[in-house]
């Protein structure tokens, strides 16, 4: 295998699916609605392409150019350059909804989409600059700090070596997180790079969410023009609410999203399996044994709770940002605490169907395997990690603590 790669220079190719949405440029992605309908068009499709994206690694190229024309990418971008501006719950219904269909597109999408999220702390002329051939702007990188930057005339020369950019094959922008040796502090500064600067490693041979081409990415010495650089430290982002909204505290909700959208398929897959599947030496279907009939109505319950609360949350978020109010300490440990609780209970849900499918579940060609493995994989990131209850809890029991990363 060759794992010195350079994908981010391949060519696009027109996307099947965006052939069958016969719709003109005008009518795509003028609104969340009229997005949201596009991407209903693509789920079938994109289930039954769910084990190519695996074997592959990556979402093929032809169906991530019809979520680009869908307006996936486009759901977070202001209506004055080209997007649908779409507010919070609107956003993450659509993620749910991928990641129900597929846990790697969700995952892909929700990396991909967040550009606006994040570029908003750029200057003004370089956002209009990164957008000007379009809204469908499709973001890769990582927050992590694991390189150096060194401050030249006019900007910084970057080195180092990133892991974890989902959905870098196809990314326009990449995001590289740098230590400055410039005596600032804190010491760091995030680097926006085109994607013909960076090199791709592939790295990402993994247990779950396979699909998402999350590989490595290095650079040696690269010039990033100071304008194009911004500290995630600094207030300030996109214009309106989107802008108001605390990048972990979106981050974690649209995590936990996902993590709700892979155990909604998990349910639906094994109620599906339950209609047919006869265990060994029982009388009828899976369906009809009262302990399976128990464990799905409580995952179901279990389910449910947690999209209600998320749901709850998303819209307090909005509220906040409406209000123009201050996310204080106690309302950001709140909302953290259910994303990450959210999350977990998705992993739960996930866990219960699994278990269920029996040996029926421990094939490759079996969603409920891959949910399995999914589903673990977000519960990994640093935003949804148990350890945010250590810190919510402080806050919430009037304890001096960092808040950087609350």
Partial sequence: MNTDVNYATEPTHRSVAADTLERSDDERASDPATVLAAVRQLVPLIVARSDEIERERRLPLDLVTGLREAGSFRMLVPRRLGGAEADLAEHLNLLRELACADGSVGWTVMIGSSAPVVFGKLPPATLEMMYASGPDVVAAGTFNPTGRATVVDGGFRASGRWA??????????????????????????????????????????????????????????????????????????????????????????????????????????????????????????????????????????????????????????????????????????????????????AAQVVDVAYTAGGGTALYSSSPLQRRLRDVHAVTQHFAVKPDTFTLSGAVLAGQDVDLSFL
């Fill in 164 to 345: 974890f950019a989902s959905g870098c094959q196809h990314a326009d922008w990449f995001l590289a997180h740098c230590i400055v040796d410039d005596g600032s502090m804190p010491p760091l500064r995030m680097m926006v790079l085109p994607a013909s600067d960076v090199h791709i490693v592939d790295t990402w041979t993994v247990s779950g969410l396979c699909g998402t081409g999350s590989h490595d990415f290095d650079l040696d010495g690269v010039f990033v023009p100071d304008d194009h650089t911004f500290t995630v430290f600094q207030p300030g982002g996109f214009e309106g609410n989107l802008g108001r909204i605390p990048e972990l505290i979106y981050s974690a909700l649209a995590i936990a999203t996902v993590a709700a959208g892979i155990a909604q398929g998990a349910i639906a897959d094994i109620t599906t399996l339950a209609t047919a599947k006869v265990p060994m030496f029982a009388d009828g279907v899976l369906a009809s044994n009262p302990l399976f009939r128990y464990r799905l109505a409580e995952a179901n319950t279990h389910l449910r709770a947690a999209k209600a609360l998320l749901d709850a949350d998303v819209a307090h978020t909005w509220e906040i940002a409406t209000a123009d109010e201050e996310f204080t300490p106690d309302r950001r440990a709140r909302i953290r605490s259910a994303a990450a609780w959210a999350t977990g209970a």
